[in-house]
C-alpha cells in the first residue's frame, strides 16, 4: 500500500475500488514479477548487514518472487478481486494492445538465492492480501501507522 503512481496496475485496482469502478487493465496477458515491497526492502536490509560482515559479499542482487508468482497482469486483477471482495472487477482496457509493453518480464534472483539461501516470505496472494488491507485502511481514514506495524510483524513471523 501507499504506491500512488499512475499506470501502475494495483493503484490503478485501487482508484478503481474508491471510484466503485471496474479496474481497466492493459495487456492482461503480459506477465510481470509481482511482489511485496517488504520482500526488496527485508532482502535489501540483509544484504547491506551480511556485507557489512564481509566484504566480500558485496555485488549486486536482484530480489524477485518465486516463478510460480510471476503473474499475468489479469491474473493479479483476479488476485485482487477476490481480496477486494465488495464486488471488485475488472475488463481488458480499450485498444489495450495498441499499447508496446514486453510481454513476460521475469528478475533472475539466482544469486541471491545462492548465496544467502535467501527466498521470498509472501506469495502473490498473501503480497496482495496484505496490499488490499493497507489500502482499505487508508480509504477508511484508518491509523496507518498501526497497519504498516501489522504488515511488518507479519511479514517477520512469516519467515520462510
Known sequence: GGDFAI?????????????????LVRNPQSIRPYQHVLE?????????????????LAGWYNVGPE????????QLADIF???????????????????HEANFL???SSK???VFSWKPHWSIRDAV????AWSKTWLSGGNLIDEMNREIQKYLSDQP
Not at 485501487?14 to 479496474?23: D, G, L
Not at 526492502?41 to 540483509?46: G, I, K, N, Q, T
Open 81 to 99: 478481486c477476490q481480496n477486494w471482495g465488495d464486488g471488485a472487477s475488472w475488463a481488458a482496457a480499450p485498444n489495450s494492445s495498441a499499447i
Open 112 to 114: 541471491i538465492r545462492s
Open 7 to 23: 499506470n501502475r496496475i494495483i493503484p490503478d485496482c485501487i482508484r478503481a475500488q474508491q471510484e466503485k469502478k471496474a479496474i
Open 40 to 56: 526488496p526492502v527485508m532482502a535489501y536490509l540483509m544484504i547491506v548487514q551480511k556485507q557489512y560482515e564481509n566484504i566480500h
Open 129 to 132: 492480501e496484505q496490499t488490499c
Open 67 to 74: 516463478d510460480r508468482d510471476c503473474v499475468s497482469t489479469g
Open 106 to 108: 521475469r528478475l533472475d
